[in-house]
């Protein structure tokens, strides 16, 4: 069954009282620190808002919060905590257990800044958003790839008008992980694999997989292909592998050039035009952009709730990447791996073929 994106849709309420927003921290101690840690307290020092509890932090990493935010509360779960209606609760359990947590925030009516995914397949994300709905408060999600410099740069191209019309994309991803620790360790579809579906569907509108596949032998996946048609006729590859040592590619052919970014080191980018031999190679920058993405994500979803706005990175626009997710899943076979034997071959073959099935 194929997930879609809910109607009607609900505006979220605006805070109560025009009040400053309290802001809670669930989950993975570590990763909201590193990630959101220097937003954090941005804007709790500016009095923009107030980060009041740490839910399910782990002892080391609510010492180090209570250094930077001494008056905060610390909980098992989240029925400690007593924030007000429209808090905004900051998300990053295990994926396992992430849909339950985000469910039980919304149901608080509590605004949620999920870490991405929400949750791994597009049907229960888009159960969420409706649980989101029904409470009148918003469900976003961290996508911080989407205001990179070389992201914008290359939704720009892929709309045709600077190089003409795309022939094609290539996609390589590699062992930069986005998501929470997990144990086990989510697969290559999900991390890092979904942030590139989403920048594909972003740049290129709705695609479908002509073919994938991966090394999971009934496991977890850290290799992956997939061939992906985009409107029709616009076919393009996505590699994952999470032992590739280089920085992640992308690049984009048009009909007058060909223009590639690589996320991993910042800001570089190159272009090539056609009928030509020579390729410009320099570094992108954005100064109408924060260089902190979390922080402007905050920035946008505070300003929608004071004013009774939409917020961006609402967790629909994931949907068409799950969606994309889940095909590649239920169709991916067993790559062909060199160093195995015919028969091992076999029994991969029929494990990828078990998985499918389930």
């Known amino acids: 069954m194929r997930a879609t994106t809910l109607v009607p849709r609900t505006r979220p309420r605006t805070l109560s009282g025009g009040g400053v927003p309290e802001l809670v921290l669930l989950g993975d101690g570590d990763w909201i620190e590193t990630t959101f840690g220097p937003a954090l307290l ?11 509890a740490a839910v399910a932090f782990p002892a080391s990493s609510a010492a180090s919060l209570s250094r930077n935010f001494p008056r905060i509360r610390t909980a098992a779960n989240l029925d400690g905590v007593d924030a007000p209606p429209d808090a905004v609760v900051i998300v990053a359990s295990a994926l396992r257990h992430r849909s339950a947590r985000i469910a039980a925030a919304l149901r608080r009516g509590w605004h949620v800044v999920s870490a991405c995914p929400p949750a791994e397949n597009a049907t229960e994300v888009s159960r969420l958003c409706e649980l989101a709905r029904q409470h009148e408060v918003t469900l976003t999600v961290d996508l911080p790839h989407r205001l990179a410099p070389g992201a914008r740069w290359l939704r720009a191209i892929a709309g045709g008008r600077a190089l003409g019309g795309c022939i094609g994309f290539q996609i390589q991803e ?5 998501s929470p620790g997990e144990i086990p360790p989510s697969g290559a579809w999900i991390d890092p694999g979904l942030r590139a579906l989403d920048l594909i569907t972003d740049w290129f509108g709705p ?36 032992d590739w040592k280089q920085a992640p590619l992308y690049r984009v052919s048009c009909r007058r050039g060909v223009a590639s970014w690589s996320p991993g080191a910042i800001g570089s980018a190159s272009l090539r035009l056609e009928a030509t031999d020579q390729e410009l190679a320099g570094t992108l920058s954005d100064s109408s952009v924060p260089s902190d993405p979390r922080e402007l994500q905050l920035r946008h979803l505070l300003g929608a709730l004071v004013r009774g706005h939409e917020p961006a990175n609402q967790a629909t626009l994931l949907l068409p990447a799950l969606e994309l997710a889940d095909q590649v899943r239920k169709m991916r076979t067993s790559l062909s791996l060199p160093w195995l034997s015919p028969n091992e071959s076999a029994v991969a073959s029929s494990l990828t073929l078990h998985v499918r099935a389930a």
């Open 174 to 178: 590699g062992a930069t992980l986005a």
């Open 42 to 52: 941005r804007l709790h020092r500016s009095g923009e808002a107030h980060v009041t």
């Open 207 to 242: 695609a479908q997989p002509l073919s994938a596949a991966d090394d999971a032998l009934g496991g977890v996946e850290g290799v992956a292909r997939a061939e992906l048609l985009c409107g029709g006729n616009l076919r393009g590859t996505l590699h994952i592998d999470r």
